[in-house]
């Protein structure tokens, strides 16, 4: 199966931003439908943004809208998550993963597909 690797995560400050970016091992495109999700200790993983195949569809969850954008780069074999206006709460260990998809209408799903996760990245947003 392919293997989903996220980078891009660090330590900052409130308000201030990172791109955290999904790629695929093993020389192969990252494909179809793709979600973010983050996890905090304690705390259940939640979706946090997908992008559908195709037509590029996407959606967030409520607390990260108009803040973080998710993108791809079709040449780069690449899906970005850019995160602006960073707050403590997004704290997290950022994962990616292949998601559902409906077509009528047009969405992705914040749903994972399977359990497959990779390594995540870390974020720390902190003072």
């Known amino acids: 199966q392919v293997q989903l690797v996220e980078s891009g995560g660090g330590l900052v400050h409130p308000g201030e931003s990172l791109r955290l970016s999904c790629t695929a091992s093993g020389s192969i495109p990252v494909h179809g439908n793709i979600g973010w999700f983050r996890q905090a200790p304690g705390k259940e993983r939640e979706g946090v943004s997908c992008?559908?195949?195709?037509?590029?569809?996407?959606d967030y969850v409520d607390s990260v809208k108009g803040r973080f954008t998710i993108s791809r780069d079709s040449a780069k074999n690449t899906v970005y998550l850019q995160m602006d206006d960073l707050k403590p709460e997004d704290t997290a260990v950022y994962y990616c993963a292949s998601v559902y998809a409906a077509s009528v209408p047009p969405k992705c799903i914040l749903r994972p597909k399977d359990n497959n996760w990779g390594q995540g990245t870390q974020v720390t947003v902190a003072s």
């Open positions: 992008i559908r195949n195709g037509d590029g569809t996407t």
